[in-house]
């Protein structure tokens, strides 16, 4: 098992790492619209979720892999209501490429996000 960790996306903000390697799998943490340097992004929920996946292939690409080799993502959001607008940026990063994805709505994301995204990826 490794732990990957790089300072191209923010660090984790309590006792858990960015993601982990496990065989050839890589296991990421929720990424929320924090900026490398920890700041949030105060924008609507699209500049949000181009944050998330700005901290996705950041973390991806430390573990050796990419959005391309994602196999399964998870969406949380905190209002359906902006399920077209994130599915709409989510679709920009995902065009080809179509992992499988859960997609639900939760009462509250840490610091009070908008919307997180895991991902479970291939790592060549």
Do not use: W
């Not at 496990?22 to 929920?45: A, C, H, R, W, Y």
């Not at 905190?78 to 679709?91: H, L, P, R, T």
Request: charged share 25%.
């Amino acid at each position: 098992m490794k732990k990957v960790h790089t300072t191209e996306a923010p660090a984790a903000i309590g006792p858990y790492s960015q993601g982990i390697v496990f065989n050839d799998l890589f296991f990421s943490s929720g990424q929320i619209p924090l900026t490398k340097e920890g700041n949030m992004v105060d924008g609507d929920v699209k500049e949000q979720t181009h944050q998330v996946f700005s901290n996705l292939k950041a973390v991806l690409a430390e573990a050796g892999s990419s959005l391309e080799e994602v196999i399964k993502a998870t969406v949380y959001i905190k209002d359906m209501n902006e399920f077209a607008e994130i599915n709409e940026v989510y679709g920009e990063y995902f065009s080809d490429h179509k992992p499988a994805r859960s997609c639900v709505e939760v009462a509250r994301l840490p610091k009070d996000a908008k919307v997180e995204i895991e991902v479970v990826a291939h790592v060549k």
